[in-house]
């Protein structure tokens, strides 16, 4: 008899589960209980939202609740999230680059209201109306993406200034105010191309490694990878900030290149976070001369729980910045010099230290960048382009290892030309 009792009971419960969830993938309804759990009051609006999507949104509507962060499940409306999802499946259906799209891509970077902590705007319906007259007749998504970003500014009224009220202005925010900063129009040029079913994501850093600031930028996904764009657009992966993104120091969070995810990945995106990252840091891996003004945040940091989601893609600006470098015409006074560091001339590749290397001609500094660590490829080095039979000077430093040692180096007549340098000799 209990045997019995406890199956029927199970069978309620299973549909129960089935009838809440009706049309939604068996994979999202323990996150969907999860998400409903966190929600408490709001739960009743985002089970409206499921049961009133139509059964072909149905999905989308189950990825969003499912990975919202506890800000937006105790906060958002049935409403929005309707009119959110059936205006991205509405791109879906009307643009090509978009019905193409995997649906992993579609869900992260096109369905999603947000990026990272702005104001929740209802923004999508007038976005689509302002940018589908660009998109309409472009052959194609990287026309498209050209046809929006080259009268983005003009459309929307929103020019840089740091005169802004915040740092992560909405869409709507902006253009009230007519001026954001890099971080607000991003997030403007973001949702103009998720508008038009064009993915797209922020990109950026919590800081420099020339400790000079931060940047926030756009990358769209076009030929089944991610390339960046900027809201007053030069062209893809190209722009002013190439130089400081390749020189990432990729041994230190605080210098990472950070893209946003909607959904959950194991890392955050810190640009977003830097209180967060501040209250982790390793002060040894900074500058004596920064290490005071980063203990003054580390007392106040990591207050609030992070929420943004990211990706570390700091390699593939490396590599961009590299492939410029290459690509790079001397002069006939001129070569490219390769530098590797090194603990000591017997122990080979697997003595490689990555250090910053800051070059010298005469007192100033002309460039800086970060040697290989012993795990990159045996063919990458830091590449400075000098002038030849030219002499400089080399101070290279980690404080994590107390390295600070300064190098003399003279150049010769060639157009390329190897200086490993060895901290003990």
Request: charged residues 25%; glycine residues 4%.
């Amino acid at each position: 008899m209990k045997k019995l009792i406890f199956l029927i009971l199970t069978g309620f419960i299973i549909f129960g589960f089935q009838a809440r969830y009706s049309g939604v993938p068996k994979f999202y309804h323990t996150l969907l209980d999860s998400a409903m759990a966190k929600a408490g009051a709001n739960s009743a609006e985002l089970q409206k939202a499921l049961a009133e999507a139509p059964k072909a949104q149905k999905e989308g509507m189950a990825y969003l609740i499912s990975y919202m962060p506890k800000r937006d499940l105790t906060t958002l409306s049935a409403a929005f999230l309707l009119e959110n999802t059936d205006l991205a499946y509405k791109a879906r259906a009307k643009y090509k680059w978009c019905a193409e799209l995997p649906d992993s891509v579609f869900f992260n970077e096109v369905l999603p209201y947000a990026s990272i902590s702005e104001t929740r705007d209802a923004w999508r319906k007038d976005y689509f109306e302002r940018f589908a007259k660009y998109a309409d007749s472009q052959p194609s998504m990287v026309d498209a993406i050209f046809a929006i970003a080259r009268k983005i500014n003009k459309e929307v009224e929103v020019e840089y200034n740091t005169k802004r009220s915040k740092v992560d202005l909405s869409p709507l925010e902006a253009m009230k105010e007519h001026m954001a900063t890099c971080t607000g129009l991003s997030i403007i040029l973001t949702d103009a191309f998720r508008a038009v079913g064009i993915p797209s994501r922020l990109v950026g850093t919590a800081m420099w490694t020339n400790f000079k600031g931060n940047h926030t930028w756009s990358e769209v996904w076009v030929d089944k990878k991610w390339q960046f764009i900027e809201f007053y657009p030069d062209t893809l992966d190209k722009s002013w900030f190439v130089a400081d993104a390749g020189k990432a120091d990729p041994d230190n969070p605080l210098h990472w290149i950070y893209a946003v995810s909607y959904k959950p990945t194991n890392l955050y995106y810190y640009p977003s976070h830097m209180g967060h990252l501040i209250s982790q840091l390793d002060l040894k891996k900074l500058p004596e001369e920064m290490r005071t003004r980063y203990e003054r945040m580390k007392s106040f940091a990591g207050r609030t729980e992070p929420y943004i989601w990211g990706v570390n893609v700091t390699q593939r600006y490396l590599d961009i910045y590299k492939a410029s470098l290459a690509s790079q015409k001397l002069s006939d006074q001129e070569l490219m010099a390769n530098i590797v560091v090194f603990k000591d001339k017997a122990s080979g590749s697997e003595s490689r230290v990555s250090c910053r290397v800051d070059l010298y001609e005469g007192e100033k500094v002309i460039d800086f960048g970060y040697s290989p660590r012993k795990t990159d490829d045996m063919n990458l080095f830091l590449k400075f382009k000098l002038k030849k039979n030219s002499a400089y000077k080399l101070v290279v430093t980690n404080p994590e290892f107390n390295i600070n040692q300064s190098f003399p180096i003279t150049t010769g007549t060639q157009t390329a030309e190897d200086f490993p340098i060895y901290l003990n000799n």
